[in-house]
């Protein structure tokens, strides 16, 4: 009887452990920010001087996408716009922001920068 408990509490346990992995690798589950989604404000700029494309390693889910794009867009006369499935970012500029600042911004966050166009 015993060993029929334990069976079953581990089945149960392996069920919904198998369901949050899903969640999880398909970038719904509740990672990097608990239960609670960080929201980026959208910024429009009126003079774009440069843009950049910044490939980045380490986004999962939809919270790492706002905190990145969150973050991006905090300096003055910088809006970014950042894709999860294409793990990239397109960072557009009114002044001139060197591409070491960019990296500085989301390695800071535990983020990997792979490459800057």
Do not use: W
Not at 17 to 42: D, L, T
Not at 82 to 109: F, W, Y
């Amino acid at each position: 009887m015993t060993d029929f408990l334990i069976v079953c509490v581990l089945s149960i346990m392996m069920i919904l452990g198998m369901r949050s992995a899903v969640k999880h690798f398909k970038g719904e589950g509740e990672c990097c920010g608990g239960s609670s989604v960080v929201k980026a404000k959208r910024k429009r700029l009126k003079n774009i001087i440069r843009q950049r494309v910044i490939i980045i390693d380490g986004m999962t889910c939809i919270n790492c996408k706002n905190r990145i794009e969150a973050a991006l867009n905090n300096p003055d006369g910088v809006s970014a716009r950042v894709k999860l499935n294409r793990k990239t970012a397109v960072v557009s500029m009114e002044k001139e922001v060197s591409d070491e600042q960019l990296r500085n911004i989301i390695e800071n966050l535990g983020y990997r920068v792979i490459e800057i166009r």
